[in-house]
């Protein structure tokens, strides 16, 4: 815009003198404030025009008539601090060094604060809504400013409640987890805090059923918030935190779900919490699913008869592969409890051909044969040779599971010591090293070795 073009936005501003004199101050600096003000939007469209482009933004001076304004007029204009966000992004993003980077987002956060300073009554600059941005902001730009991040969302979170947005709970939790576990915060407040996010997001879950992006979106901050949770959580912690959702609403669906899925997954399912939720889930909504947890409720309770009979339910209808080589696992440990060997191999064997990653099948086989040794022999030798391919077992299973290794070991360990002596292996005339054959229900060739 040219000086006179100028000069005639001055002349129309300068017909509300109340405004006038409120918004832009008097004499010289008025004048000095509408023509800077006036001179960044006018640039600041012509950015905006021509999508940001370098070339354009060079020739365009935006920054000096901006930063005059901000500082001398604050009360002007929402507009200064709705654009001086992504003008100072702009910045951020083509800062040649790391010193005038930080300059500007020390800057950026002077707008957030000024914006709540001269607009916070304002419901579009509210200061909750406001601090929401300026945390993810501050987090995403500089991640090492954790517990900053964490007291300025916690404050925003306490005045939005259930308006809070998903990435501010996001945000606020995982600045909750680092403040705590780096000595900051008293690690307490994990539980206190995703109790309070994981209820905000519930509330809104529930509020935009409606819509259904609204309703993707927020799930996904759900699982979010729980991924994070989950290594932190306790037994206690998840009994702590559900407890008194479930004594209120121990018909909700959705609640059941929720947490029956976080107290078998945290292998807290031997908890009364868990006892009720699965029954309450499986007489509310029959479905594989819940059917797998009655399951493992009535395994917990040593119940093996009707544990299988609910896994076996379940196998018929489930999709999920993981849930599937758990159930077969679930009905190998039953039947390893009801001395059926051979059906108990056989499930984990089914198991193992959906999830062959999964150790826990291989030292579930091993337990089978080291417990039947004794009975799969009649003399000093044959008594013992079942340890030959129970610790072939365990080796195997720490081979494609480094999860169950320290399990594996102990177990090689103990039953390494149970192999036959040097003198009963001669005695047969057996040499180390060379195959062998168990008999009985195993059937397994193993390699003939000595106790140690």
Known sequence: MNKSGITVVIMLLLFNTALFGQKYGHGQDSVNCIENLSLYRIN???????????????????????????????????????????????MIDKAPDDSIR??????????????????GSSPTSREGLVLGRKGVDLYSLLPDK?????????????????????????????????????GDIDSTAIVETYDKVISIADENIKADKSDPEELADW??????????????????????????KFVATPHDTDL????????????CTNTDLFFQAAKNLYDLAPTPESGYLMG?????????????????????NLQDSSLISNADLMLANIYMNLND????????????????????FYILIGDLYARSANQCGDNDLTKKVAYWASVDMYQKAKSVDSSVTDMANERIATYS????????????????????????WINETTTVRAAK
């Open 146 to 182: 954790y517990y900053e991040v964490y007291q300025i969302l916690k404050r925003s979170v306490d005045l939005e409640g259930n308006e809070s947005t998903g990435a501010v709970l996001v945000y606020y939790f995982i600045t909750t987890i680092a403040s705590a576990v780096n």
């Open 296 to 316: 493992i409720m009535n395994m917990r309770k040593e119940n093996y008869e009707e544990a299988a009979k609910y896994f076996f339910e379940a196998l018929n």
């Open 102 to 119: 930080r300059k500007y987002i020390d800057t950026l956060m002077m707008v957030y604060d000024q914006r709540i300073k001269y607009f």
């Open 417 to 440: 010591g149970y192999f036959p002596s040097v003198e009963t292996i001669f005695f047969y005339d057996l040499k180390e090293g060379q195959p062998y054959t168990v008999g009985c």
């Open 219 to 244: 799930q996904n901050v759900k699982k979010n918030i729980e991924s994070n949770f989950e290594p932190f959580a306790t037994c206690d912690d998840i009994v702590r935190i559900f407890e008194k």
């Open 44 to 90: 600041y469209k012509i950015w905006k025009d021509h999508d940001f482009d370098e070339k354009v933004i060079k020739q365009v001076p935006i920054l000096s008539p901006w930063r005059w304004v901000f500082f001398n007029c604050p009360e002007s204009s929402q507009n200064i601090y709705i654009d001086g966000v992504t003008i100072l992004k702009y």
């Open 256 to 267: 059941l779900k929720q947490i029956t899925t976080m107290l078998d997954r945290k292998n």
């Open 341 to 360: 060997y051979p059906k108990a191999r056989a499930y984990a064997y089914k198991g193992l051909a959906i999830n062959p990653g999964n150790g826990s």
